[in-house]
């Protein structure tokens, strides 16, 4: 066999080599797909924000049946500040959810109030699919986010009227099939931030 042959047949089984591995599936570490859909951060943040600042009715008050959706807020302390966090969490489904993805804002007004570029906060970066389903493990889904809230002196003391809402889109199914939920809830706050909402009104 001449030496040009032999090299074009390593070429040819290369070729094939490198073509089976961009094929195959590259699962997380329990097995999960990839995501393939087209969901970004790009694409939540337009959503959200178009959607609250043209069509806020759109976010549903009524709390979604297919799954349980709660929503929390806390003050953590800190030596030199303040920090404000906001957890959501998706569990007891009710039917199989493929593919979840949670995003969430809050009441535009709190830029005022937080050392932040902007509110959003999603789990659209995950590059395999996390599935839920009833008796299925994982049991539940949460997303959270915490904000570095600024000097009390600079924030306007209406903010304990608006730091419990949240503007929230859960969405799940396959690719051609997809629900997306858009709620509006108020985060359970913790006795610890109750009392220090209190005070904050208090001092102002």
């Avoid at 000097?151 to 629900?179: C, F, L, V, W």
Wanted: hydrophobic share 35%; aromatic share 8%.
């Amino acid at each position: 066999m001449s030496k040009l042959l032999r090299n074009g047949m390593h070429f040819i089984v290369l070729a094939i080599l490198l073509g089976a591995c961009n094929v195959l599936p590259n699962p997380g570490p329990k097995g999960e797909p990839r995501r393939t859909d087209d969901y970004t951060l790009n694409t939540e943040r337009r959503d959200l924000t178009q959607r609250l600042l043209k069509n806020s009715a759109s976010f549903q008050e009524r709390l979604p049946d297919d799954y349980s959706l709660t929503a929390t807020v806390r003050v953590h302390h800190e030596s030199d500040t303040d920090r404000i966090i906001y957890e959501i969490s998706v569990k007891e489904a009710r039917v199989p959810m493929v593919n979840v993805i949670q995003s969430f804002t809050l009441d535009p007004s709190l830029i005022n109030g937080i050392n932040a570029t902007e509110l959003l906060n999603s789990n659209v970066g995950n590059t395999h699919e996390i599935t839920l389903g009833p008796g299925k493990e994982p049991l539940g889904l949460s997303l959270f986010r915490d904000y570095v809230l600024k000097p009390k002196a600079e924030i306007h003391s209406n903010i304990i009227n608006t730091y419990q809402d949240m503007y929230i889109k859960i969405s799940y199914g396959p690719y051609d099939q997809r629900t997306e939920d858009y709620v509006h809830v108020k985060a359970e706050p913790t006795p610890e931030t109750i009392e220090y909402m209190k005070t904050w009104n208090a001092d102002q």
